[in-house]
C-alpha cells in the first residue's frame, strides 16, 4: 500500500512538473498577425514556399501560417518580433535583410530618362542585372507631369559587394546606355558632333536614325539636356559600331558640305518615308517660318 502511494505521488509531481512546464512555455510565447496584400502573397511566400521558410530558419519562430491574407507567427517573442520585421520587408520593398549576408541597401540618383535603359525592352536589362549581379534593383515610378530636370532614385539591395557592382553598371548604362554586363560582347564608341547637324542624324520624323540603327543594328544615343555624356554615342557589337560610325561620319561631312551657302539648319533629305517622330527630337527639329 505504502509502495502504491508513493508511486501516486510520484505520478502527480511528475503531471504537476509537466504542466508548470507547458505554462512556462506559453508564457515565452507569442504571436504577431500581419495583413498581406493579394498581390504581395507570393512575394512573401517565394518558390514553392522557399522565402517563409528560410524566415522561419533564420529567425527560429516555431510556426507561420500562411493560410488566407492574414498570416499568423507564433514563437518566441524575439523570433517573431524578428520575422514579423522580414514579413513586412517583403510587402514594402519586395525583398527582406535577413536573406542576405554582409546586407546593403544603397540608392543611385538617375534622371528618369534614363530608366527605359535600365529596364530594357520587356525588362530584360534590368532582369539580367538582378541575375548576375544577384542583387535587388527596384526602378521608382514617375508621374507624368514630372521634370526632365529632376532625379529619382534608384534603389539597390543585396550583398554588400554585389551592391557597389550594381551602381558602377546603373552609371555605366545611364551614361552609355549599356554595360557589358547587361549586353554581352558590346561596345561603344562616342562621337563628338554639333549640335546643329543632330537634324541631320535624326532625319524627318526620326526615319533616318531608325535606318542607321536597323541596318546597322546598333543604338544611336543622341545628347539631351540632362545626358551625362554629352556626345552622341554608338552601341553595339564591335563590328557594327565601327561600321554605323563610318556612315554617321559620311551624314556629317555631307551636312557639313551641304550647308556652306545657305541656312545651317536645313534637315536631312528624307529617303525612307513617314515616321512618326518623338517629343525629344524635335527640340532639334527645323521649324520654317
Keep these: 500500500l505504502a509502495s502504491a502511494k508513493a508511486a501516486g505521488a510520484a505520478a502527480g509531481a511528475a503531471a504537476r512538473a509537466a504542466l ?11 504571436s504577431a498577425q500581419i495583413k498581406v496584400p493579394d498581390d504581395k502573397i507570393g512575394v512573401v511566400i517565394g518558390p514553392k514556399g522557399a522565402t517563409i521558410k528560410l524566415i522561419q530558419e533564420k529567425t527560429g519562430v516555431t510556426r507561420i501560417d500562411t493560410s488566407g491574407d492574414v498570416f499568423v507567427v507564433s514563437g518566441p517573442p524575439q523570433a517573431v518580433a524578428l520575422a514579423e520585421h522580414a514579413i513586412k520587408e517583403l510587402i514594402a520593398k519586395g525583398y527582406c535583410s535577413m536573406a542576405y549576408d554582409d546586407f546593403k541597401e544603397e540608392f543611385v540618383a538617375v534622371y528618369p530618362t534614363s530608366f527605359p535603359d535600365l529596364i530594357g525592352k520587356e525588362g530584360v536589362t534590368i532582369k ?76 524627318k520624323a526620326g526615319s533616318e536614325l531608325k535606318h542607321i540603327q536597323n541596318n546597322y543594328r546598333v543604338k544611336v544615343n543622341i545628347p539631351r539636356e540632362h545626358s551625362l555624356c554629352q556626345n552622341v554615342v554608338v552601341v553595339g557589337a564591335k563590328h557594327d559600331v565601327e561600321r554605323a ?35 525629344w527630337m524635335k527640340q532639334y527639329m527645323y521649324k520654317r517660318k
Design 245 to 279: 560610325k563610318t556612315y554617321i561620319e559620311k551624314i556629317l561631312w555631307n551636312a557639313e558640305n551641304a550647308s556652306r551657302g545657305r541656312d545651317r539648319q536645313d534637315g536631312a533629305t528624307d529617303d525612307w518615308g513617314d515616321e512618326e517622330e518623338e517629343d
Design 128 to 203: 539580367a542585372m538582378k541575375k548576375e549581379l544577384g542583387v535587388e534593383v527596384s526602378i521608382p515610378p514617375v508621374p507624368k507631369s514630372a521634370k526632365q530636370d529632376k532625379k529619382y532614385k534608384v534603389t539597390l539591395a543585396g550583398k554588400k559587394e554585389n551592391v557597389e557592382r550594381a551602381k558602377e553598371v546603373i552609371t555605366h548604362i545611364a551614361t552609355y546606355g549599356y554595360h557589358e554586363v547587361t549586353h554581352e560582347g558590346f561596345s561603344h564608341e562616342e562621337m563628338e558632333v554639333p549640335s546643329w547637324c543632330y537634324s541631320f542624324l535624326i532625319g
Design 20 to 30: 508548470e512546464e507547458e505554462q512556462k512555455k506559453a508564457a515565452q510565447t507569442s
